[in-house]
Structures are given as C-alpha cells and as structure tokens.
C-alpha cells in the first residue's frame, strides 16, 4: 500500500532555531513534494526532487532513495514560516497521482 | 501569470442540498486536479483530468459527487446530495503536464450543516 508519513505531527520552536521535519514512504517512489500551507491559505510547492538535495534560500530538501526517507530543514526560523509543511510522493503509475502526508504544523515563536 | 482561481471561497448549506464548485487552472495547464482536504488530514485526490479526459477518478464517490472539464480548461465539481462529511475544503491544481509541479487554488471552504 502506497503510505507517506510525516514526522512530528506538531512542532514549536523559537525564532532562529533549526528546523526539520521528516517524511517516510512505504515503497519506491518517482518524486517527492514537500509543500506549504499556511492556515486559510493555499497550498504553495516548495520542492520536488527524486534525488540528493535542493536548496531554495533558508529552505533545505534531501532524499535517501534507499532509505524512503526525506527530509526538510529551515536554518535561522522565523516567525514567518509557521505554517503547515506537506509531504507528497509520486509512487508511480501512469496518472503519478500524488498520495499526501497529514502535515506537520510548525509554530516559530518570536 | 495569473494563478488558479477557484470560486466560490466559501460555502454553507445543508445536508441533503446541493452544491457545485469552480475552477479556473493556469493557462495552458493540460492536467488538473480536485483534492478533498478534511481538517487535521492532507489533501485526498478525487479527480485527476488530462485536458478534458478522466486520468484517475477511483477515490471519487460517484453516487454523490460529479465532477467535468469539458472544454479542456475551466472545471466544475459537484455534491448532490450533500452529507455532513463533505464538510472540508476542496482544493483545485492544475500543472503543466503529468509529474509535473502542480500550482493550487485558494480552495473552497465547505461546511455542511
């Protein structure tokens, strides 16, 4: 069965801490998304990649395609970024349908 | 460019009525998307076209929901009749092709009372 889980579900931190949060996938995969979503807002796409590592200003993405595991990072956090962080991986086939994480909402305090 | 526009923003009604929903993709976006996204959960696909042909329509509950894009671009989705568990917000992505970076609209806010 085609699983994405995202870890932690929640997570708070204080402005200009290091963030990540993860996301493993049940099997072999095409892509893999990881998008934002602030609350009452639309859903922005921040990455795809199917290997290594993407880097978009603070913004930090890495795969470990043997692992089925992804990982995003946010150096020196802000305020801004609270938002929920989407996980989404193409798992093949011909529609490359994406199958969602439930998110995980990250707080940056002040 | 302009985004995806989705209209209405949102929507109340109750249980049993009826209900249909907009969407406008990026120009010249050949695949677009209906996502159901329930509170607390990530977006579930229900429909999935390739210009005005179905790709994927296997999670869509076909004795209530409806959904067309007939002339390739703008697209419609209907609940008839509404239940209590329609209560979500129902997303609309369009991309430039299949495996392609899918841009989202704003969504619409359902609350089936």
């Known amino acids: 069965k085609n699983e994405v889980e995202q870890s932690p579900q929640n997570l708070t931190a204080q402005e200009g801490e290091f963030i990540t949060i993860n996301c493993s996938y049940s099997v072999g995969i095409s892509a893999l998304h990881w998008l934002q979503q602030h609350p009452g807002g639309g859903i922005v796409s921040l990455f795809m990649l199917s290997s290594g590592k993407k880097k978009h200003g603070r913004l930090i993405a890495t795969i470990n395609i043997q692992e089925k595991h992804s990982s995003l990072h946010i150096t020196a956090s802000h305020p801004r970024d609270s938002a929920v962080y989407i996980c989404a991986a193409h798992f093949g086939g011909s529609n490359y349908k994406l199958t969602f994480g439930k998110g995980t909402l990250l707080t940056v305090n002040p | 460019e302009a985004g995806v526009a989705q209209s209405p923003r949102y929507k109340i009604i109750e249980k049993r009525q009826s209900v249909a929903f907009w969407c406008n993709p990026i120009?010249?976006?050949?695949?677009l998307y209906w996502y159901q996204q329930i509170l607390g959960q990530g977006p579930k696909l229900l429909i999935q076209f390739q210009n005005n042909g179905v790709v994927d329509d296997s999670q869509l509950p076909k004795d209530r929901f409806s959904a067309e894009r007939l002339k390739g671009v703008d697209s419609t989705l209907k609940i008839q009749p509404a239940k209590l568990e329609d209560s979500a917000v129902y997303l609309c992505?369009?991309?430039?092709?299949?495996?392609?970076?899918?841009?989202f609209g704003p969504g619409t806010r359902l609350l089936v009372l």
């Open positions: 992505a369009s991309s430039f092709g299949l495996a392609e970076t899918q841009y």
């Open positions: 120009s010249g976006h050949a695949t």
